[in-house]
């Protein structure tokens, strides 16, 4: 049974239980109500008979039940009441409804009505049990010279509560459509929210839905219709670097706080330490939005490979490159040979060579990590293939990139020289300058480049992701050099003409 049809039948059990007490606390209420203006009436009519001189004067008459039994009926005629008898003080009745009753005795309680007091009983009489007020009828002097018992039957009483049930009845069955129609809408729209579904299905879809929540390595956010984070599971935390308990918008990085209508694929965001390929899709459902989910991946490794791979890519170019090289300047030092001319041999050979081992010994000499060397000398050999001259300063010296990793110093590196020799153009005039020492303060990597310098208007756009002025696809790189800079609390200065840009990582007694 599905969870709507199940709240559905015990809402009707409720409006049942709830609308059988109380129809019959409105019954036992008319009940009442009943019996109390009964007795309000037999009392009235008691003590307006018991008052009245005419009565007082027919009981002192010689045949008391002549004179008074046309009177007592005419008052039940007259007032509805079952029953008026007048009697002697000695309990002797003198009218009765049934002809054979009087002359006998009263039965019922009469000790408070000699005494002078009006008593209201239920009593069971001759005509059954009743209401009925006794009243002392009294002469001139105070004396009691008989009493006036007004009664009504409880068949009487009944007969009028029975006349209100069908008025009870009605309104008990409004209350009753009117539940059951509020319980019928409830479980219709609960249908509609559940699916149908019964309360086992809805367990364990949360269930399950909890598990995928828990076990993806992806991370997920999930945005409502007005904005707000509805859902993060335990990666995106730890991508996103969240706090326990309820996720803010504040708490997102930048990037993540206003979702977009339109979707996104294998987008790429950056944070203070990771790169991120985010996607998302609107979330559609009940006629309409119903919010946007956000799935996140952690490429950060994944970059930070693929820029030890470029690097290695662009050694393995150059080592190509020279090896062509190679293969013609021998060509030529063997022909110079078979041409009788091996002084000139000897010089074209070794003039190329001494370049070559110069920068390779400085390189080896004064940086101490292999990973940085390697990537200085595959620069050194793009730049030549390019027309531009890659100058190692005179003062670069490391023995240690630390803080940095061997990953981060080449992802810093090489993107800062890419970007600079894309800016040098060519020519003879073309050149990169890097520096790589350090000093007092820390770390210190510098690059500057001939280039024509950066425009004003791209100085405050340079380290945001996906900017670059080489066209779409790009803009990647010196976002993750400012993201390398961060994580390591360092600092970036920018000069545009000529171009340089300084980043100094502090040492970790500085950080």
Known sequence: MSLARQVLWLQLLLVVLLIAPLATLAVLQAQDQADDRTRAVVSGIAVS????????????????????QPYASAVERLTGVDFVVIMAPDRTRFTHPTERERGRDYIGSIDEALAGKVHTEEFRGTLGPSIRTIAPVEDEHGNVVALVSVGRTRERIGDQVRDQLPWIAGVMLGGLV??????????????????????????????????VLHSIREGLLVYDTDGSVALVND????????PEGKVRVEDLPPSLRQPRQEPIADEVHLTSSRVLVVNQQAVEGGGGPRGQVVTIRDRTELEAMLGELDSVRSFAES???????????????????????????????TQELDLSQTLIDRLVRDIDEPALSALLLGKASTADERGVRLVITEDSELDSVEPLSSGEVVTLVGNLVDNALDAAGTGPDAVVTVTARRDEAGLLIRV??????????????VFDRGFSTKGAGRGLGMALVVQTVRRHDGTIVVDRDPSVIEVRIPGEERA
């Open 49 to 68: 008979i018991a008052e009245d001189p005419s009565v007082r004067e027919r009981v002192e008459s010689s045949d008391p039940t002549a004179e008074l």
């Open 235 to 242: 990666e995106a935390r730890r991508l996103l670097d969240l």
């Open 448 to 461: 500057a480049d001939s280039g024509t310098g950066i425009t004003e208007e791209a100085l405050g756009h």
């Open 319 to 349: 080592l190509r490159s020279q090896a062509h090289e190679s293969s013609n300047r021998l060509h030529t030092i063997i022909t110079m040979i078979e041409m009788g001319r091996p002084a000139d041999a000897v010089s074209f050979a």
């Open 178 to 211: 009117v539940g059951v129609a509020g319980a019928w809408l409830v479980s219709r729209r609960l249908r509609r929210q559940t699916a149908g579904l019964g309360e086992r299905d809805l367990r364990a879809m949360y269930d399950h839905h909890d598990a």
